[in-house]
């Protein structure tokens, strides 16, 4: 909170100018009987002035309190910009159940929106399955790079990479087992941008793993950051090419880990997200 915000540096709560009444003391009463009740009701209309006062006041000192929050946020200390955090304002990304998401807004913003909803395609569950990879592929990357990139992932995704994770070469789980891809941005940073093509940082973390009685491969977590070279190319951002690091990862927590039918249920039962700014 800056100085100049600070509610006591205006003589009252939020700048209200509230003050206090004094009252006369003393044990005489000029007026008999008829003084003390007009005295009582004084007393009570004060003190119902007296609460609204407060109402009022703790209303403008909150509001103050966001204004002060966003001026102390930026650049100071090495806290993030208000801005990486506050609603952009811009029309939000286009988006249907089940579909990837389209329609980003052509500057940085809408590059980092895409950058993050695209990680969350490329560290998938359903990258790992033939039949939707191709189709994933012709969604997120550029036209002129889809050959290319569909040839490497079918390369480096074969029937035995597949095997050492427990799937079949359709890239499905055995009977009874659930396998866990799934990735959550945590935040995102442009590092070069222009009007056709925007670098992001896309710092995430993830769950992979089969879950399952028998799995000798249960899900865990990660933590990893992708770099993706954006091009704006048919009204829309797309990737033009990706890169993954390990890093940076907190200190792992005292949490209990869940039962194999819990960490499935789970994953069944809770949808993702769509990332926009």
């Known amino acids: 909170m800056s100085l100049g915000d600070d509610p006591e ?14 009252y006369p003391e003393g ?3 000029v007026y008999g009987g008829a003084r003390r009740g007009n005295r009582s009701s004084s007393r009570s209309l004060v003190t119902v002035v007296g609460v609204v006062v407060l109402l009022i006041a703790a209303i403008a000192f909150a509001n103050r309190g966001g204004d002060d929050a966003s001026s102390s946020a930026k650049g100071t200390g090495g806290q993030p910009d208000v801005a990486s955090t506050a609603p952009s304002g811009t029309k939000p990304v286009q988006s249907t159940p089940g579909v990837i998401p389209t329609g980003y807004a052509h500057d940085a913003q809408g590059a980092q929106s895409a950058a993050a909803n695209y990680a969350t395609v490329l560290v ?3 990258i790992l ?9 012709q969604q997120v990357f550029v036209t002129d790079k889809q050959a290319a990139l569909t040839a490497k992932f079918n390369k ?3 029937a035995e990479f597949l095997s050492k994770l427990g799937l079949d070469q359709n890239g499905d789980a055995a009977p009874g087992d659930t396998y866990v891809s799934r990735t959550v941005p945590i935040g995102t940073k442009v590092t070069s941008a222009s009007a056709t093509s925007a670098a992001v940082e896309v710092w995430c973390t993830g769950l992979y793993g089969t879950a399952g009685a028998d799995s000798t491969d249960p899900v865990t977590s990660d933590w990893f950051t992708m770099t993706l070279q954006m091009r704006w190319a048919d009204s829309d951002w797309k990737v033009d090419s990706f890169s993954q690091k390990d890093g ?7 949490d209990k880990a869940s039962s194999a039918d819990d960490m499935a249920k789970a994953v069944e039962e809770y949808g993702g997200f769509t990332y926009a700014r």
């Open 156 to 158: 480096a995704y074969s």
């Open 124 to 126: 998938s569950a359903d």
């Open 248 to 254: 940076p990862a907190p200190v792992p927590g005292d």
């Open 129 to 137: 399955k033939p039949a939707r990879r191709a189709e994933l592929v």
């Open 9 to 22: 540096d205006s003589g009252g709560y939020g700048g209200t100018g509230q003050t206090r009444t004094r």
């Open 27 to 29: 044990g005489s009463d």
